[in-house]
């Protein structure tokens, strides 16, 4: 049998996971239907936030990955970008100790220097008030794009070899990527949740999600609730997880 990658998650229930990412889509085709403005599905969108890190925190999931501004949402117009930043700025502000207070971990993921300062201090303001709290870890990604995170961890492995005299052994290039990712000591996600009927993953975890579980719900991400989250589990749990080997029966 070939052995479980290095850094995949070791859940002693395999069933349960420890590590959920999501693709939060349908907010704009939510508030579209409703005949409101774009920018009302996003500001449900975050309700479903709030609801779903509760829920997660309440069924064990340890780590959760949360796809809230990929690199390429900067084409969208230039109204809808400046709505955006004044919701995440007001989520930062309002929920950040709210968050504390429930004992949760905060990380921003992604390249943050195409962002204003302001917000740049409340995402650091967030993560360093609850650093050290041991709750859920809740992962934003703002500006995220794998493939720039895959890109960005080979170069600072390009200039590491470049200082040492040396490139990891091939045995241990993988591992050395891992480390190098902005989710470096982060579990990779065992499951995968798209909302809104979409089935790709949208340049969101690739390296991370090798392995990864997924599941397409045709729910519209302001919907999504608790129900819809345990479906999701219930789906996972139902799968035999084999990371290349034979099923059980098989071996």
Not at 142 to 163: E, F, H, P, V
Request: neutral net charge; aromatic residues 8%; glycine residues 8%.
């Amino acid at each position: 049998m070939s052995a479980m990658p290095e850094n995949q998650t070791t859940n002693q229930n395999l069933n349960s996971p420890a590590h959920v990412a999501i693709i939060m889509d349908g907010n704009g085709r939510w508030a579209q239907s409703r005949g409101l403005p774009r920018t009302a599905g996003h500001k449900q969108g975050a309700e479903a936030v709030r609801r779903i890190v509760r829920a997660a925190g309440e069924r064990g999931v340890q780590y959760l990955t949360l796809f809230g501004f990929s690199s390429e949402n900067w084409s969208r117009p230039e109204s809808e970008i400046t709505e955006l930043m004044k919701l995440l700025r007001y989520y930062l502000r309002a929920e950040t100790a709210e968050l504390h207070k429930s004992n949760v971990r905060l990380r921003v993921i992604g390249e943050r220097s195409a962002f204003d300062d302001d917000i740049v201090q409340l995402i650091e303001n967030a993560e360093k008030l609850t650093e050290n709290n041991n709750g859920i870890t809740v992962i934003i990604a703002l500006n995220y794009g794998g493939r720039a995170d895959i890109a960005q961890a080979a170069r600072q492995l390009l200039l590491k070899a470049t200082s040492k005299g040396g490139v990891p052994a091939m045995k241990d290039m993988e591992k050395a990527i891992s480390a190098n990712l902005m989710t470096a000591g982060i579990p990779d996600p065992d499951l995968l949740i798209r909302t809104s009927g979409e089935k790709r993953i949208s340049n969101f975890l690739l390296w991370q999600c090798a392995y990864t579980e997924m599941v397409f719900t045709p729910a519209l991400w302001p919907d999504f609730d608790a129900n819809h989250f345990d479906k999701a589990l219930a789906e996972y749990a139902a799968r035999d997880r084999r990371f290349g080997a034979l099923s059980g029966s098989q071996c």
